[in-house]
């Protein structure tokens, strides 16, 4: 059993940053590899970014290349998302994602993933 905790949501001016973190349980936190995810109302779950298991790939949505930045700490057990620039469509609800048994990265579909936090609200007014 995994657990995943995040943290760091609020509200935010356009063009403001805000940094979510998110905690994980377990031992074996160094071989899952680890995506964020969002939700506004209304809208599918949609893929934000991801990194591999020994932090050598990374992978963004068009949507926030250039503006996100996902990190980890594997001696912490965290993964981080930096996000700058915001803007108010990017108000959701974030979660972050483990895939436990990592064969393929990037994973973009949130159904290949297999352990969820409970999320974060990010609101970005204008």
């Known amino acids: 059993q995994v657990q995943l905790v995040e943290s760091g949501g609020g509200l935010v001016q356009a063009g403001g940053s805000l940094r979510l973190s998110c905690a994980a349980s377990?031992?074996?936190?160094?071989?899952?590899?680890m995506g964020w995810f969002r939700q506004a109302p209304g809208k599918e779950r949609e893929f934000v970014a991801a990194?591999?298991?020994?932090?050598?790939?990374?992978r963004y949505a068009d949507s926030v290349k250039g503006r996100f930045t996902i990190s980890r700490d594997n001696a912490k057990n965290t993964v981080s998302l930096q996000m700058n620039s915001l803007k108010p469509e990017d108000t959701a609800v974030y979660y972050c994602a483990a895939d436990i048994h990592p064969v393929a990265f990037p994973r973009l579909s949130h159904v290949e993933y297999d352990y969820w936090g409970q999320g974060t609200q990010v609101t970005v007014s204008s």
């Open positions: 377990g031992r074996t936190f160094s071989t899952y590899d």
């Open positions: 990194i591999s298991w020994n932090n050598f790939n990374t």
